[in-house]
């Protein structure tokens, strides 16, 4: 099995930065990318930010140029650095890691998900 652990939500006000981090721990071949999800009350979970094993990058529209997000690979550990941030980016924030099951493809696999809320 394979855990992931997220931390650094909480209330921020607009304008304002915050952090995350989640750490992949368990029975891991290989992870093929980590990345971050959102998903606001009434809406459907969305892509925030992806980062593949080899450093590419995949960014929602609406979070390019304000989120940075980053990996390290030794720690198995994804950082998501969210700057300039609006009420509208309220939601749960949820880690993924995409972890490959040698001929099989992968699986997903999700935290439990961090609460963020930015006031107006």
């Known amino acids: 099995q394979v855990q992931l652990v997220e931390s650094g939500g909480g209330l921020v006000q607009a304008g304002g930065p915050l952090r995350l981090s989640c750490a992949a721990s368990?029975?891991?071949?290989?992870?093929?990318?980590m990345g971050w999800y959102r998903q606001a009350p009434g809406k459907q979970r969305e892509l925030v930010a992806a980062i593949t094993s080899g450093g590419s990058t995949n960014y929602a529209d609406s979070e390019k140029g304000r989120f940075s997000i980053s990996r390290d690979n030794a720690k198995n550990t994804v950082y998501l650095q969210m700057n300039s941030l609006k009420p509208e980016d309220t939601a749960v924030y949820y880690c993924n890691a995409k972890i490959e099951l040698p001929g099989w493809g992968h699986e997903d696999y999700w935290g439990q998900g961090t609460q963020i809320t930015v006031s107006s």
């Open positions: 368990g029975s891991i071949f290989s992870i093929i990318a």
